[in-house]
């Protein structure tokens, strides 16, 4: 049982998503017995940890049973002050007698020291159950104890290897994936594209497909050549111009000059904005430019069942090459979606 309700808290994190921000997810369940009596996530970032939603969740019929019981958490208890207490002084104040954690914690304020601290009191402390799937939940967080967003380029290409066309779109997916896509942005905090699939597709960046916020959108256009009556200039979500003339804010737009600045520097101001997931769209450049700077963590990759060669001569951009570890392959009505992690 101790992996199933490992499991189950591993399930319990992954609810909130990226209301987290730049938090870890985390989930956990109160045993008492054979029976769960408490169980919480964290739920939105500079809310309550999840060892204290686990608590708070306790039937009052159930209370006398948490000393003594044994907790389950997705991650090492925090021993400082942060936004909230510190969730091991409550665990020990609470009677808890034996703790199971998948994973330290890898922030280096907390790392080893909620264990510690749990040991010196008595406390049965057990590590690394499930541990591949607890760090699995944590990938978010890591980059952003980096003080950079996670990074997903997202490709879609034709069976043909082309992603598109510079004189006109052309759509080449199915709808069920358009629907992932869009699924997709809901998870998110920011999507980029570069100025020319701006100015091809007239792209929107909303979800509209699929229930949830729009993500920021973020544009790469360095000469501000994206006319203001184009889609991305409507007022449906917080936009970003990242271009090489300007600095100002008006109303939802934000123009952003980078001229002086590398992709580094780039991917650290979008992190001080809030954008701790960020979906990169492309075109060609604009994935290269994150390849070639070795700065992705997973790539999505679509290849479509469509041909475009043998209906465009001129104007083709042809898809980039990403490798990295397979981990998720599944054909959807002929689209085949490849998730790659990047290799470290």
């Not at 159930?62 to 909230?84: Q, Y």
């Not at 890898?106 to 510690?116: A, Q």
Request: a positive charge.
């Amino acid at each position: 049982m101790i992996h199933t309700y490992m499991e189950r808290c591993l399930e319990l994190g992954k609810i909130a998503g990226k209301d987290t921000k730049s938090n870890p997810m985390v989930g956990s369940l109160i045993i008492a017995g054979d029976r769960i009596i408490g169980e919480g996530f964290h739920r939105k970032y500079g809310n309550k940890h999840s060892e204290i939603e686990s608590f708070e969740s306790v039937k009052a019929s159930d209370r006398h049973l948490i000393s003594g019981a044994t907790m389950f958490v997705s991650l090492e208890p925090c021993t400082h002050h942060g936004k909230t207490p510190p969730c091991a002084d409550r665990i020990i104040r609470e009677g808890i007698k034996k703790v199971v954690v998948s994973c330290e914690d890898p922030n280096p304020v907390v790392f080893r020291e909620g264990i510690k601290r749990l040991r010196d009191h008595g406390i049965e402390v057990i590590v690394g159950v499930q541990a591949s799937k607890g760090e699995e939940l944590l990938r978010i967080f890591k980059k952003s104890l980096l003080k950079r967003p996670y990074i997903i380029l997202k490709v879609v290409q034709s069976s043909d290897g082309f992603i598109g066309s510079t004189r006109r779109q052309i759509w080449m997916s199915n709808k069920y994936i358009r629907m992932i896509t869009h699924k997709w942005r809901s998870e998110i905090d920011g999507i980029m594209i570069g100025k020319q699939t701006a100015l091809t597709d007239n792209a929107s960046l909303t979800t509209r497909l699929w229930p949830g916020d729009n993500p920021t959108r973020i544009v790469w256009d360095s000469n501000l050549e994206i006319p203001p009556t184009f889609n991305i200039f409507k007022d449906v979500a917080p936009t970003i111009i990242l271009n090489h003339h300007k600095n100002m804010v008006d109303k939802h737009l934000t123009f952003k000059n980078v001229i002086d600045m590398n992709l580094d520097d780039v991917t650290t101001y979008l992190y001080q904005e809030g954008i701790c997931r960020l979906m990169v769209e492309g075109g060609s450049k604009t994935i290269n430019h994150f390849l070639e700077n070795d700065l992705w963590d997973e790539a999505r990759i679509v290849t479509t069942s469509c041909r475009i060669k043998d209906e465009e001569n001129e104007g083709l951009v042809r898809a980039s090459d990403v490798f990295g570890k397979l981990i998720f392959q599944e054909n959807y009505f002929g689209d085949d979606l490849k998730i790659y992690k990047k290799q470290t």
